[in-house]
Nanobody, 124 residues
Framework: QVQLVESGGGLVQAGASLRLSCVAS????????LGWFHQAPGKERKLVAL????????NYGDSVKGRFTVSRDNTKNAAYLQMTSLNPEDTAIYYC?????????????????WGQGTQVTVSS
C-alpha cells in the first residue's frame, strides 16, 4: 500500500497560482488512478480533479475546469495540481487520494489511501 504526502499549499491573493504536489511512498502509485479533493470549512469533501493511472485521462469539476490542471509523473511517484486564477471560493484543505475505480461519479468512499492535506487560502 502507498502513503501519500501533499505539499505546496499556502496563502495567496485572488488571481494568483499555486502548484500542489502529492508524493507517494512507493511505485505502486503508478498503478492507481488519483483524485484531488478539496474541503472547505463546514462543507463536504469534494472531488475537483481526477487522473488515470497512466495520465492519459483527466476529469475536472465544473468549478475548476479551465483553471486547474492535474498531471502526474510516475517515475517520481508524484502527482500535481496546477491551480491558476485562484479565487476565495477555492479556499480549502486539498487532499490527494488513490482509487482503483474510474469515472467522475466516484465518491469519497471509492478512494482508499489519502494524504494528510495541504491548506490553500485565497484572500480577496
Amino acid at each position: 500500500q502507498v502513503q501519500l504526502v501533499e505539499s505546496g499549499g499556502g496563502l495567496v491573493q485572488a488571481g494568483a497560482s499555486l502548484r500542489l504536489s502529492c508524493v507517494a511512498s512507493n511505485d505502486l502509485f503508478g498503478t492507481y488512478n488519483l483524485g484531488w479533493f478539496h474541503q472547505a470549512p463546514g462543507k463536504e469533501r469534494k472531488l475537483v480533479a481526477l487522473i488515470s493511472w497512466n495520465g492519459d485521462t483527466t476529469n475536472y469539476g465544473d468549478s475548476v475546469k479551465g483553471r486547474f490542471t492535474v498531471s502526474r509523473d510516475n517515475t517520481k511517484n508524484a502527482a500535481y495540481l496546477q491551480m491558476t486564477s485562484l479565487n476565495p471560493e477555492d479556499t480549502a484543505i486539498y487532499y490527494c487520494a488513490t482509487t482503483r475505480f474510474t469515472g467522475w461519479a466516484l465518491t469519497v468512499s471509492d478512494f482508499d489511501v489519502w494524504g494528510q492535506g495541504t491548506q490553500v487560502t485565497v484572500s480577496s
